[in-house]
T-cell receptor, first 110, second 113 residues
Framework: DAKTTQPPSMDCAEGRAANLPCNHS???????VYWYRQIHSQGPQYIIH???NNETNEMASLIITEDRKSSTLILPHATLRDTAVYYC???????????FGQGTRLTINP | NAGVTQTPKFRVLKTGQSMTLLCAQD?????MYWYRQDPGMGLRLIHY???????AKGEVPDGYNVSRLKKQNFLLGLESAAPSQTSVYFC????????????FGPGTRLTVT
């Protein structure tokens, strides 16, 4: 599984877009980029995933660079409930082990 | 539809005691997982199961045993608890058709003194 690198913490104002970066320079061609988040004391929650195309769902958008060495998770209108630790994970689809690094602690400020 | 539930929510053990954590899912999922999360760290996989009657080791299996006698249940056992096993334990499940999403339970906070 490719190693991912994320900033340890970020702040964002409520109502603004939160852009969370992730570097995965060693990602292989069959590895997807997954994003999960963990709100304080709760179990992780799946957000979105992608291979090489940009993806959007009701929670977020995922922008993957053309060389696939980095990606950005976008929460378009952040709310206080989006305060959480966000994990970027690169692995083969269907793999058994999710490897959670340190993640980015996102704080949404009123 | 309760999703993934874990029992108990909290537990305090003395060193050397044993206990079993229960994970139950009502989504008819084939795959089930046990993770542990230490303070300030990401989750690490302990054991997992790809179907009823099967188990496999994950990243940090030492000191733990598991059983999957029924498809909906995945049990995690600590035979002789140690302070190093103080952690929050999360169970997760995934369906065959869910190639990318694991569904997590609320966690069990275990303290070993």
């Amino acid at each position: 599984d490719a190693k991912t690198t994320q900033p340890p913490s970020m702040d964002c104002a409520e109502g603004r877009a939160a852009n969370l970066p992730c570097n995965h320079s060693t990602i292989s061609g069959n590895e997807y980029v997954y994003w999960y988040r963990q709100i304080h004391s709760q179990g992780p929650q799946y957000i979105i995933h992608g291979l090489k195309n940009n993806e959007t769902n009701e929670m977020a958008s995922l922008i993957i660079t053309e060389d696939r060495k980095s990606s950005t998770l976008i929460l378009p209108h952040a709310t206080l409930r989006d305060t959480a630790v966000y994990y970027c994970i690169a692995l083969i689809q269907g793999a058994q082990k999710l490897v959670f690094g340190q993640g980015t602690r996102l704080t949404i400020n009123p | 539809n309760a999703g993934v539930t874990q029992t108990p929510k909290f537990r305090v053990l003395k060193t050397g005691q044993s206990m079993t954590l229960l994970c139950a899912q009502d989504m008819n999922h084939e795959y089930m997982y046990w993770y542990r999360q230490d303070p300030g760290m990401g989750l690490r996989l302990i054991h997992y199961s790809v179907g009823e009657g099967t188990t496999a080791k994950g990243e940090v299996p030492d000191g733990y045993n598991v059983s999957r006698l029924k498809k909906q249940n995945f049990l995690l056992g600590l035979e002789s608890a140690a302070p190093s096993q103080t952690s929050v334990y999360f169970c997760a499940s995934r369906g065959e058709q869910d190639r990318y999403e694991q569904y997590f339970g609320p966690g069990t906070r275990l303290t070993v003194t």
